[in-house]
């Protein structure tokens, strides 16, 4: 795993230079909205991501498979990386797909958009569920409240691993837009989750999965904290999303998971208050701090943003700190 951890990270750390020069050649770029003068930056990080966590899973795979014949790891890991090129196909779809045009949102932030129907990103992440499916991941057993544990049979891999994929990706992508936070948080869920299933957890896989992706982020880091030299795109958010499902149902850590993944899953309920037609951003005034546009809440950052005037990078550690806070009740009385 160690071997691994660190191929991920030097991966994603020598490649993201060299694909920002590509992605500005090529014109892959977004908009840094939080900053006054607005510059263009290469957005699509995901992919720096994404190729350092598929070294690092391909790496372990070939570990197990010559040293411990590890056929039943392999392959489970193997269902993992197709979820984690499909979902990164769509969210790459996205980000080469944004609007030339400036959209005003409900909140009143002027924002790119890609996809313009908010029902085609659930769809293009879908497809990263089913290699998950046919392999039948997960334990079918689930403690459900009020009816205790229950056995759900086929409808894990029918129904709950779909819409988690699919929650989760989106949940995700909705918490952004500054400088190293999806990033940020990333690596927190990931290690948290990964030290998790590797002290609690009966089955490694899961711990395979998160900590070789948080050295992949703590590689990206350096490229997209403030100021940034590259956006992370919907490539990024979508796959941690689905990549976050995978680990969950691979470790059978569900309960974890949801306590980590809970700042994201009241993101998902606040944007549905505005049919998910806010953004998260706010006004950047003359001395670079970032104030709520209006009183209404459509975002956890409207919430931090009320409490006081705050620049983009103390925003940025407030939410670290909030995800370091919710990974951290997990730990307090393992399930």
């Not at 991501?49 to 040293?67: D, K, P």
């Not at 229950?150 to 929650?167: D, M, R, T």
């Not at 395979?208 to 795109?233: D, E, R």
Request: aromatic share 10%; glycine share 10%; hydrophobic share 50%.
């Amino acid at each position: 795993m160690l071997i691994s951890i660190a191929i991920s990270f030097f991966t994603t750390y020598f490649a993201t230079p060299l694909l920002i020069k590509f992605l500005t050649a090529a014109g892959i770029l977004g908009m840094d909205l939080n900053k006054k003068n607005k510059p263009k930056l290469p957005a699509s990080g995901g992919i720096c991501v994404a190729t350092g966590i598929l070294a690092g899973l391909l790496s372990y795979v070939g570990i197990e498979t010559f040293v411990n014949n590890g056929q039943t790891t392999s392959l489970q890991l193997l269902a993992a990386v197709s979820s984690i090129l499909i979902v990164t196909f769509a969210g790459l779809l996205d980000d080469l797909n944004v609007k030339s045009h400036i959209t005003k949102t409900k909140d009143g932030s002027n924002v790119k958009v890609g996809f313009s129907k908010w029902w085609i990103k659930p769809l293009l992440t879908l497809p990263a569920a089913i290699p998950l499916m046919v392999i039948n991941a997960g334990e079918t057993t689930m403690l459900i409240p009020f009816l205790g544990n229950v056995n759900v049979g086929i409808l894990y891999p029918l129904l709950f691993i779909p819409v988690g994929v699919v929650g989760m990706a989106n949940a995700v992508n909705l918490l952004g837009g500054f400088n190293g936070i999806e990033a940020g948080m990333g690596f927190v869920y990931m290690t948290s989750l990964g030290l998790y299933s590797l002290l609690y957890s009966r089955d490694p896989i899961g711990s395979v999965i998160f900590l070789i992706s948080a050295a992949s982020l703590l590689a990206f880091l350096k490229y997209n904290w403030l100021p940034a030299k590259i956006l992370p795109g919907d490539s990024l958010t979508y796959f941690l999303g689905a990549l976050v499902i995978a680990g969950i149902a691979l470790g059978n850590i569900e309960r974890a998971g949801i306590i980590a993944m809970t700042p994201f899953i009241i993101e998902f309920l606040l944007k549905v208050r505005s049919r998910f037609s806010a953004s998260c951003l706010g006004v950047v005034g003359e001395d670079g701090k970032i104030k709520s546009r209006n009183g209404k809440i459509y975002s956890l950052t409207h919430v931090v943003m009320k409490f006081g005037n705050f620049t983009e990078k103390q925003i940025v550690i407030i939410f670290i700190l909030i995800e370091l806070a919710f990974c951290s009740i997990m730990f307090l009385k393992p399930f």
